[in-house]
Every structure is written in structure tokens, then in C-alpha cells.
């Protein structure tokens, strides 16, 4: 079933009511990334241009880089996004909602998976199931196309702070959402690091699934009480 279209003023109006839910998914990312950082190896999975470039040491034989990780993670991130476009969904928010479920499940199977042990198989299987969640993510937010809230990069983010004047008297404070996007990143990367280096994998895993679950909810609250996303 295909999404409503809606006016311009309400789809402004539902675009403010997702930015704070975006934010959020944007936090993750940072605590992902720290995991499969501090975790898992030289690998994300959440930002595949890193990826590519730990692919291309791998293939220079830089020591510290895996070419199976690095592809394991992008295949992983490729399959995430193929089914996270294709979701079908009759509103923004309840796109939002099922990618978000579905994140929560996987990473608390990637959770379980780190408290349960150690090793190769437990490090690729953790890879796969965050890259698939990140992947699906990303094109979540790519679908719904709220300017500055990529939720995974930061790069046009951060260029956009630095190239466009500053719009804080305007409608919509397009500066105020950018840096709101960079802060949600560097305070995801923050608590991820500390929860894996201070209490364990499976407590920054889990601690994601629980803010990812929070996400669904919230996402799919509105829609089931007034009839619409």
C-alpha cells in the first residue's frame, strides 16, 4: 500500500513531529558504530563510506583490516537497505515505526549474541545483524526525505552548517536541526563507548534495542490513536 501524499503544510507539520524520532535513530548510529569500532574490528556498520575505504587498505594489505568483514558488513548493510526501501507502509510514521521495530530486533539479537560469547562466529553474526538494522535504517530515512536528518551521515550535514547562512529567524531552523544532528551522532558514539568499555557489548546492544523499541512505539502511537500518520 502506498503512502498518502499529503499538503505541503502537513507534511511540514510531519516532518517537525519526526525530527526529535529521527534524532534518536541518528543517536544510535553513534553507539552502533562504537560498538562495531571498539568491538568487532576495523569495520562499521552504519557508515559504509568508511567501509569502502577499510575495503580498500584490506586490498593494499594494510595490517588490522579484513576484506571479509568489510564486505560481510556492506553485503549485510545492502540487504538491510533492499528491505528497508521496499517496506511497504500507508504513512511517514508507520515507516518509521516498522524500520524501527524491526532495528529493535535485530539488535537484540545482536545483544544475546554478545552475552552469550565470544569469537569469530559471534563478531561476524553481531556484523551482519546491526549492518542489516543500519542498512534498513538508511533507507528508512532516505524515504522519508526529511532535509538534514540522514541519520547514519554527516557529511552533507555538516557541509551544510558551513556553506549556507544561518537560518535561525526562519521557519523550520534548519542550522539548529543540523547541529541537533551532530550532537545526537557524537553523544550516540559517547555512551556506546562507554557502555561497551565500562560494562560489556551486550549492555550497549541491549541498551540500543531498548531505545529502538522506544522509537516503534512512539512512531506508531499517534497513527493507531487518531486513525493516520
Known sequence: M???PAGDAERKKDEAALVPLLLLLTLVTGAVDAVSIL???????ANMTGNVVFL?????????????ASFVALASFLAGAAVGGRLPASSRRQRLARVALGEAVLAGASAI??????????RYAITVLLAVAMGG???????LAVPDLTTTVLTLTLTGLASDRPDLAK????TVRRLSAVAAILAGAVAG????????????LGATAILL???AVAAAWPSGHRGRG
Open 56 to 68: 580498500g587498505f584490506a586490498l593494499a594489505g594494510a595490517k588490522g583490516f579484513s576484506i571479509t
Open 113 to 122: 549474541v554478545a552475552a552469550s560469547g565470544g569469537g569469530t562466529a559471534a
Open 171 to 174: 521557519p523550520g531552523f534548519h
Open 39 to 45: 568491538r568487532l574490528g576495523h569495520v562499521f556498520v
Open 193 to 204: 563507548a562507554v557502555l561497551v568499555l565500562h560494562t560489556s557489548t551486550g549492555w550497549a
Open 213 to 215: 523499541a522506544a522509537v
Open 2 to 4: 502506498a503512502e498518502r
Open 137 to 143: 535504517q538508511n533507507a528508512m530515512a532516505r524515504k
